[in-house]
């Protein structure tokens, strides 16, 4: 501890900036991009932290730069003063979305970034055009740990999100068929017949979408599945033309049936409603960036 209490008496933002990239990146060479600096200066400034810190800190792996455990342990209180940091600066500035160039980073899932980024990008672009989003890949069990450490600057998820994180809801949804237009008008509710008659393409649970699979193993209801997959994104394509069907949110259907000689039907059994939410940091004030650009992720939805 007392290494740690002396490197912080000694501080050197660039060394804690290096520190974190790294272990967030688990790469020197993308650690360099971020930072907009040389590889062999994020070397030179890792080897500086091993001094001042006598650990490895990390070491290299198939899977990148593994932390050790003093790294792990290092990690949520350098990503914490950071924040400090980053939020004391924030608070002295006025924040003018029409001139700013911050980068604001959203996680999603891919069926949130085909259902709220079109609408979402036509807004910043319009309103702050020199502002960068960057989308984070959803991992649903690490989504509370990024948005405490300001590793994220806000998610969107239809599943509750524990930890200290705050929220907001900003669209309700339900589960409907999408399948080939030969099979049926939009709209009509298919029989548990027809449901069953139809060979079906299923969404991995983990992708954070299992209400309606929860209602049909209750039902007893036994699909003939074809398809397994972890993403939404190539289903349009994967159904159009075909004898199959899958079950998504209202919202996509309807992009889907843009996209493909889709049709939507209603499902044959009830499946509860699901709120889609927006969350964010709830430990730390909220600079006026990020009200801003709550707000702006809120309205652009609407």
Not at 239 to 263: C, W, Y
């Amino acid at each position: 501890m007392s290494s740690i209490v002396s490197f912080m008496a000694d501080l050197d933002l660039n060394l804690l900036k290096t520190f974190v990239s790294i272990y967030e990146t688990r790469s020197l060479t993308q650690t360099a991009a971020e930072m907009s600096i040389t590889q062999p200066s994020v070397s030179h400034a890792l080897s500086r932290l091993r001094r001042q810190l006598g650990d490895p800190l990390f070491t290299r792996s198939a899977g990148g730069m593994t932390p050790t455990q003093k790294a792990v342990e290092l990690f949520s209180t350098f990503k914490a003063s950071l924040n400090a940091i980053d939020l004391a600066i924030d608070g002295t500035r006025n924040f003018d979305p029409t001139t700013s160039n911050r980068t604001f980073r959203l996680c999603l899932s891919d069926l949130g970034e085909m259902a709220f980024l079109p609408a979402l990008m036509e807004r910043l672009l319009h309103d702050a055009p020199q502002i960068v989003l960057e989308v984070v890949p959803m991992q649903i069990d690490k989504v509370s740990e990024w948005l405490g450490h300001g590793a994220v600057d806000a998610a969107i998820a239809s599943v509750p999100i524990g930890g200290a994180a705050r929220s907001r809801v900003i669209d309700q949804e339900h589960y409907v068929c999408v399948l080939p237009d030969r099979e049926g008008g939009n709209n009509e509710i298919m029989t548990l017949a027809e449901f069953a008659a139809m060979r079906h393409v299923v969404i991995d649970q983990s992708a954070g979408h299992h209400l309606a699979e929860a209602e049909i193993a209750a039902l007893g209801i036994e699909r003939n599945i074809a398809l397994r997959l972890h993403h939404f994104s190539v289903l349009p394509l994967v159904l159009a033309g075909q004898n199959l069907a899958a079950i998504v949110p209202s919202r996509v259907a309807r992009m889907f049936t843009e996209k493909a000689p889709l049709s939507i039907r209603e499902l044959p059994f009830n499946v509860p409603p699901f709120d889609v939410s927006l969350y964010w940091n709830g430990t730390a004030p909220r600079s006026q960036a990020l009200q801003w650009f709550h707000e702006t992720i809120a309205d652009s939805l609407n």
